[in-house]
C-alpha cells in the first residue's frame, strides 16, 4: 500500500520575494490540498544585498500566503566567482544543519528539491529526504 502524501517540504536557495516559478509551484500545491513548507535562503537575487525589506523585518517573510517559510542564512553574492561559491556553499551548510537541528521531527511525507544553482545545491533536500524517510 503507497504512503498519501499530504505533508511537502520544498527545498530551494531562491524563494519570494525573490522572483522564481517555484513561488507558483508551492502556491499550485497548496491550493491543491497539501500542506506545504519552504526551506530556503535569505532574499538576496540577484544583486548579492539582502533585500531591505526583508532586513528590516524578517517575520514578514516567513509566512507565504499560509505556507511556513524556513529561512537559513548564506553569505551573499557580490560580481565575483569567490563569493558566489560560497554563496552556494553557505546555503548547503546552513540548510543541511537547519535540517537536523530545527526540521527533523516534521515528518515529511514527500521533499522535492528546485535545483537553479550547482548540483550540490541538493544536498539539503537528499539530506531531509533521509531524515524524513520521504
Known amino acids: 500500500m503507497t504512503k498519501s502524501v499530504r505533508k511537502v517540504l520544498v527545498v530551494t536557495q ?3 520575494p525573490e522572483n522564481f516559478r517555484v513561488n507558483e509551484l508551492v502556491l499550485e500545491l497548496q491550493k491543491r490540498g497539501f500542506d506545504v513548507d519552504v ?3 535569505t532574499p538576496n537575487y540577484p544583486s548579492g544585498k539582502v533585500f531591505s525589506e526583508y532586513a528590516e523585518n524578517p517575520e514578514k517573510f ?3 500566503s499560509g ?3 524556513h ?3 548564506q553569505i551573499t553574492r557580490y560580481n565575483n566567482v569567490a563569493s558566489l561559491v560560497l554563496n552556494y556553499i553557505s546555503f548547503v551548510v546552513s540548510a543541511c544543519f537547519y535540517c537536523l537541528l530545527r526540521v527533523r521531527n516534521a515528518n515529511y511525507d514527500l521533499v522535492f528539491g528546485v ?3 550547482p548540483i550540490f545545491s541538493m544536498f539539503p533536500a537528499i539530506l ?3 531524515l524524513f524517510n520521504a
Open 128 to 130: 531531509c529526504k533521509k
Open 115 to 117: 535545483q537553479l544553482s
Open 14 to 16: 531562491y524563494f519570494w
Open 67 to 69: 505556507v511556513k517559510v
Open 62 to 64: 516567513m509566512d507565504y
Open 71 to 73: 529561512r537559513v542564512p
Open 39 to 41: 526551506l530556503t535562503s
